[in-house]
């Protein structure tokens, strides 16, 4: 039997690793959770073992994965630090935590890869990027992507600072396309019509138009164009949308700021 892998944090994120690694069949699998929810003790019964502490971890793991928020990790990670020593591979998906950071805590010989996944990982349909400093090994690597693929696509990014770009647009990116659902929804609603169909209408739009990019690989604004007649209804809204103080330079904007915000939770 292989080592175990160590899931530390079983939240959102993390329960959407452990579910996706187990249809997998990517156990053994232990965790650390303080706050199990029902469905984790339901998986328990699956070949999911929940320890009470950090202490109860064996020395043999083939990788221990950080699923906690930024600023749980900095008060948790000394606790880690017998565990890196031990030369597991540490694979963080926490936001704004960087390798000099959790280096402090489990020295600079500790082999970390850093990952940013999303949301929509939950079903299968996520993106995760990946970054691994030198001093990981290629089957660090190797598994740290066959984990996170669990939950959907990756993608390998060269230089750390750019985990901080991609928290901002696709690991927070979900919540901007929420936004979109409630903003036309009430646009909907304010033009007369019922609540219930307002819903109906901005919901499957948007479900509709990622089915439509998922099964056309031509480029987004190929499929803008495809939508816009001259002169018609689509091109007078996007003379809104599109207009110098319009939804590009407001995402730009929002973009930024999410990135701003990963960096400030590193130092």
């Known amino acids: 039997m292989p080592a175990p892998l160590l899931l530390i944090g079983a939240g959102r994120m993390g329960g959407a690793l452990l579910k996706g690694w ?47 928020k930024p600023q749980v990790l900095k008060a948790e990670a000394p606790r880690l630090r017998a565990i890196a020593a031990a030369g597991v591979p540490m694979i963080s998906i926490a936001a704004g935590s960087s390798i000099k950071l959790m280096s402090r805590a489990w020295g600079t010989s500790a082999r970390i890869i850093r990952t940013m996944p999303n949301t929509p990982g939950s079903i299968g349909e996520g993106i995760s990027a990946l970054y691994a400093p030198p001093n990981a090994t290629r089957a660090d690597r190797k598994l740290a992507e066959a984990l996170l693929a669990a939950l959907g696509e990756t993608v390998w990014v060269k230089r750390e600072a750019d985990i901080d770009s991609v928290t901002a647009v696709s690991g927070s990116g979900p919540a901007y396309v929420f936004l979109m659902v409630e903003c036309l929804e009430a646009a909907a609603r304010r033009e007369g019509l019922p609540p219930s169909v307002a819903h109906r209408l901005a919901r499957q739009t948007i479900i509709g138009a990622g089915a439509l990019l998922k099964a056309d690989n031509a480029p987004a604004e190929a499929l803008r164009r495809n939508v816009t007649s001259p002169h018609g209804t689509t091109e007078a809204a996007l003379g809104v949308l599109m207009a110098k103080d319009g939804l590009e330079p407001l995402i730009k904007r929002a973009v930024s700021a999410a990135r701003r915000r990963a960096r400030e939770l590193a130092t």
Not at 25 to 44: D, H
């Open 22 to 68: 187990l249809a997998r069949g990517l156990g053994p699998v232990l965790v650390i959770e303080t706050n199990p929810s029902p469905e984790l003790k339901r998986l328990a019964k699956r070949g999911v073992t929940l320890l009470k502490s950090i202490d109860d971890a064996p020395g043999r793991l083939r990788a221990c994965v950080i699923a906690l």
